[in-house]
């Protein structure tokens, strides 16, 4: 970088400015950690990585700013850091793209890792150390994720089951629920199939409660919307489960139920089609049309069968209320899923909204017994009633409160032997199955003989050149010499599994990875993990905080519970940030409403790019975008780009032992600045607050210095050497060129210390005090701080704006409140 850059306007510079910054630190190493350097001080500050599709976007610009800010300020403070990047690079777009263009999704893949790093990521000016780089896609790294699934096949968490999936014709894959949106495929956009297909799941249930519990101990440290989401998912709910006896018969219908307050007003009970008693309890007359509806509605979706125009059959029998000794009549409905409780509800449609609809189209009795008034009678209603209120018609709890008469009806079922109390979780176990190549090989094996074993060696490598003119699905078994393998210690013929993993079983355990990334011998090593686990700061999407965040937490305390890592949670402080929009609108190719970060770059700069993603909006809400904002952060820049260039010298600066007057100022502002700053990211998350303190911070430094005789400027020298420590953190690339040029600095900026001015500073030598007379602001004063009550109303009663309203009036009384107004009652 040429000598005269600081005479150059920073509109014309900033390319220079941020080339030059970026080779400076990878020449000195300056993102390195060193995860065994002795120091006590460790921080583990993680982005979610990015899929590599060859183009980085808006979203992960404000993920990776907002990592690389806690990053670089944890460096300066004094802590060990590490601020690493993979790659989440299995999945359907990669291999989507190979079977488009005829090449190895393998390729594909690594040409987009290096636009995204090289071209794209690395311009943006983040502090990634990539000595810890990883590609979920690269055998040295699904190896391990190999190796965790058989570490959870010997703890009895991976089974094998025949389970109904959502089918995608046109990807040809099994979709989770959750990637089903309006019965057509989250990629393809296809009609999803219902298929019945041998699967391989994981016990994710068997920690439902540990999930459920741990939430707790994440209060404060995760968004109370992240942890909603998270309760929303695993859907813990406290009820009974009660038998209803069926009329004819030995067999009893079992009902979970969270609304033992309404056990009264059953006036049906309603299968799942798949329940095992929904044909066998089906009368000769019903028993057609009964297969007839349960084969239908179980190839229909569960997102599409909840939502649905409730429908239903009749089953031509019925059962008796154990609490009433009611006959009730027994359907099967789609609505009801077999996945979750007991496969089998009851209705009572005056309390639930969607066994209204059903009764309504059923024409069965709505039964009211729960009413909003105590002692009065039910009035025909139009829709459901679901808030709480006076148990009606309810024998011995009739008038009783419905909360308090909920808990005292379990009691009295579980007393009579009529049910029993039951907790419920709607998270189901993890099906991992893909029928598709691109993803990590389950390493199984099978013969008919011997059934499942694990595969000895690891990694169970993904063939090579696949070959996709037969489907997605059948390029791993007719890859030539994959599928034929021997069965362990005998050499007899079996045959490898060819289904691949979920991509989040990439992604639940990668944290781990990062810190042994290159280790051909172990996963991690456990003095790694024991160190720096949990995840200090984690930033990703809201979007994120079901699924992904799930899946993390379950690894994470099966690792912790084996003796893999030293806490159960894997995250101390997550960070849910919003999505960047244009128009208002989610940022799309196919809507052509994409802006390009680099681009971007291109015409205001990294900096500019960088301050405008943290400001004026908080962390969780979603940014729209608007170029005059970022024009007026590159105005910014500029600003502190000229009063640097006033204050510039060849050598570093140092602080006198006498300040005073604007000098003191200067360092309080300082003070004030640096700490606040440091709370607002570490603590309170105020990413926008931070930048605004930025801009106060100029406008009270620039009078100041454009006002200080000779004698004070080696004093704003410092200040504002001072100041590019904290704004590196923020525009790193123009803080690195002012610390080097500006202030003499000999070495990269990042390797000195956060400022921690005298806290004296701190106090202030003039308080300002508010004026008002009779409750209105009148004008205002600056006063010494350590005067006192008299000094200060004598000063505001004397004050030119002050003293017109005063002037002929009689004073009351007045209100003084130190250190922030006084107030004249006339």
């Known amino acids: 970088m ?40 460790r921080r583990y500050v993680l982005g979610m990585f990015p899929y590599p599709s060859g183009n980085a976007h808006m979203g992960h610009v404000r993920v990776y700013t907002i990592s690389d800010v806690i990053a670089r300020l944890s460096r300066l403070r004094g802590y060990n850091v590490l601020h690493p990047l993979g790659w989440d690079a299995f999945g359907l777009p990669a291999e989507n793209a190979a079977i488009q263009n005829n090449v190895d999704p393998a390729l594909w893949t690594a040409e987009n890792i290096r636009k995204m790093k090289d071209e794209q990521l690395n311009r943006v000016g983040f502090s990634f150390d990539l000595t810890h780089e990883i590609n979920s896609a690269s055998p040295e790294y699904y190896k391990w994720t190999q190796w965790l699934f058989q570490e959870l096949y010997d703890h009895d968490l991976v089974y094998r089951a025949e389970g109904w999936v959502n089918w995608d014709p046109v990807d040809e894959t099994v979709l989770a629920n959750e990637q089903v949106i309006d019965g057509r495929g989250w990629r393809s956009g296809a009609v999803i199939e219902r298929r019945l297909l041998p699967q391989w799941y994981i016990r994710i249930t068997k920690y439902a409660q540990a999930l459920w519990d741990g939430l707790e101990s994440l209060r404060g440290h995760w968004s109370d919307e992240a942890i909603a989401v998270q309760k929303g998912w695993i859907g813990r709910s406290e009820g009974v489960e009660i038998d209803f006896p069926v009329e004819g018969g030995d067999a009893a219908i079992t009902v979970y139920t969270t609304r033992a307050d309404t056990l009264f007003g059953v006036t049906s009970v309603t299968l799942a089609p798949e329940h095992p008693l929904a044909l066998e309890l089906a009368s000769p007359e019903q028993k057609d049309a009964v297969a007839n509806y349960a084969e239908w509605a179980s190839g229909r979706g569960e997102v599409e069968r909840e939502s649905a125009e409730r429908t239903g059959v009749a089953l031509g029998r019925s059962c008796r209320n154990p609490l009433t000794g009611e006959i009730v009549p027994i359907y099967v409905s789609e609505y009801v899923l077999g996945g979750y409780g007991s496969g089998a509800i009851m209705n009572v449609p005056a309390h639930d909204a969607r066994d209204f609809s059903f009764a309504v189209s059923e024409g069965l009795p709505i039964k009211q017994v729960i009413l909003p008034k105590a002692g009065v009678e039910p009035a025909e209603l139009p829709e459901a009633y679901t808030d709480p209120g006076f148990m009606h018609d309810s024998g011995p709890f009739t008038g ?25 979780f709607r998270l189901r176990d993890w099906l991992i199955s893909r029928q598709r190549f691109w993803g990590a090989p389950i390493p199984m094996i099978h013969s008919e003989e011997h059934g499942w074993a694990k595969a000895p060696e690891l990694p169970v490598l993904l063939p090579s050149n696949p070959d996709f003119s037969k489907g997605s699905g059948a390029a791993m078994a007719s890859a030539p010499g994959f599928v034929e393998t021997t069965w362990p210690g005998t050499g007899e013929p079996a045959r490898r599994e060819t289904d691949t993993m979920d991509t989040f079983m990439c992604s639940s355990w990668y944290a781990w990875r990062f810190l042994d990334a290159k280790n051909a011998n172990a996963p991690w090593t456990k003095e790694h993990a024991d160190e720096w686990m949990p995840i200090d700061y984690y930033v990703g999407g809201l979007e994120h905080a079901s699924q992904h965040l799930i899946y993390f937490r379950f690894i994470s305390r099966f690792l912790h519970d084996i003796g893999r890592t030293p806490e159960p949670e894997p995250v101390r402080n997550f960070l849910d940030n919003g999505m960047v929009r244009l128009g208002g609108s989610k940022m799309s190719k196919s809507k052509g409403n994409v802006v390009v970060p680099t681009e971007t ?34 105005r910014f820049l500029a600003q502190i780009w000229d009063l640097c260039g006033k204050l510039a010298g060849d050598t570093p600066p140092t602080l006198p032992e006498i300040v005073t007057g604007r000098e003191r100022k200067a360092m309080g502002e300082l003070a004030r600045l640096a700490l606040e700053v440091a709370a607002d990211i570490e603590e309170r998350r105020g990413f926008h607050n931070a930048v605004a303190r930025l801009h106060g911070f100029i406008g009270e430094l620039r009078p100041l210095v454009n006002e200080a005789e000779a004698g004070e400027l080696p004093v704003m020298r410092y200040v504002m050497a001072e100041f590019a420590k904290v704004l590196g953190s923020f525009a790193p690339h123009m803080a690195e060129l002012l610390w080097r040029n500006a202030f003499g600095g000999a070495r990269s900026i990042f390797f000195e210390s956060w400022p921690e001015p005298d806290p004296a500073f701190l106090v202030k030598d003039e308080i300002t005090y508010s004026i008002q007379v009779n409750g209105k602001l009148r004008g205002t004063i600056d006063i010494a701080a350590d005067a006192g009550e008299a000094d200060v109303v004598a000063t505001a009663r004397a004050e030119d704006k002050v003293a017109p309203y005063l002037e002929g009036k009689t004073e009351r009384r007045v209100i003084f409140v130190p250190k922030r107004l006084v107030n004249f009652v006339v």
């Open 2 to 41: 040429s000598d005269s850059v600081l005479s150059q306007p920073y509109r014309s510079a900033f390319a220079e400015i941020e080339e030059t910054a970026r080779s400076h630190w990878a020449a000195e190493n300056v993102d390195r950690c060193d995860l065994d350097s002795g120091n006590p001080k």
């Open 601 to 634: 770059i291109d015409r205001y700069g990294a900096d500019a790019l960088r301050l405008y993603i943290l400001a004026d909006t908080p962390l969780r809400r979603d940014i729209d975008w608007n170029d005059s904002g970022i024009e007026g952060k590159q």
């Open 400 to 424: 009783l409160r419905s909360e308090e008469a909920k808990q005292k009806i379990i009691d009295y079922v579980a007393e009579q032997g009529l049910g029993r109390r039951k907790v419920n």
